[in-house]
């Protein structure tokens, strides 16, 4: 099913089909549709565009401040991948958002939770993975979890062997775009979180109005997102009368 979806909802393939129909039933005033085609395309490429269409995905709680209480760090994994010597590495996401909270962890002196199984036979926990480029003496990880559903239906067994509950208030680290789909799957279950307040970028900058090929591969994880939270809320993982 996700092989379907990526070969025909994922950017640019509806364009490509798109122009395929106007081409095999020679639709008229296709110099019209091939115009706004290019427009469609320009403006995808702007960062400034992607930025706008990833705006709601880095909402669904409250940002953290230094005025909270916390009780502990949640970081979830982005993956992990082997080498030609079989030895297997923390993907680039992971370790952005692991040394993120290892840091925000030992600045608030709370213990820091690693959530990240098995994605695939033969393959250690992302988790586990992570953790050895780490230095934390206070530090749990879940080894079962492969989606962020898994991730936080998980957690409670964690938490208790951390004295902790769902009445605590917990700060989740993931990434901005990740945010929303994290947020609403803790809600759902009665936890109380914090989102990890990154840096926002600079609207006014030159570049965000120039055409960049990262664009689309930014496209591409925004509509990623929005897939999966409509997945969730299909299959009852998020709960959209939480509020």
């Not at 090929?213 to 929005?226: I, M, R, T, V």
Request: net charge positive; charged share 15%.
């Amino acid at each position: 099913m996700k092989e379907y979806l990526y070969n025909f909802a994922f950017f640019p393939l509806p364009i490509i089909w798109f122009m395929l129909i106007i081409i095999i039933f020679n639709i008229k005033n296709i110099s019209a549709y091939f115009k706004a085609i290019f427009i469609i395309l320009f403006l995808l490429s702007l960062p400034i565009i992607i930025e706008l269409i990833k705006f709601p995905l880095n909402i669904g709680a409250a940002k953290y401040s230094p005025e909270d209480s916390i009780s502990a760090i949640i970081v979830l994994t982005g993956g992990a991948y082997k080498d030609i010597n079989n030895k297997w590495y923390p993907s680039r996401t992971s370790i952005t958002r692991t040394v993120i909270a290892n840091n925000m962890a030992k600045k608030l002196n709370v213990p820091l939770i690693i959530l990240g199984g098995k994605q695939n036979i033969g393959q250690p926990a992302e988790s586990l993975i992570i953790s050895n480029y780490i230095n934390n003496d206070n530090m749990s990880l879940d080894f079962k979890s492969k989606n962020t559903y898994q991730s936080v239906n998980n957690i409670e067994k964690i938490l208790l062997q951390n004295n902790l509950n769902k009445q605590d208030t917990f700060l989740v680290i993931t990434s901005k775009i990740h945010n929303l789909r994290t947020a609403l799957t803790f809600k759902s279950q009665n936890y109380k979180v914090k989102l990890y307040n990154y840096p926002s970028i600079r609207i006014f900058d030159v570049r965000q109005f120039l055409p960049n090929s990262k664009s689309f591969l930014l496209l591409n994880n925004c509509l990623y997102e929005y897939f999966g939270i409509i997945k969730y809320i299909f299959l009852g993982y998020i709960k959209i009368d939480i509020y």
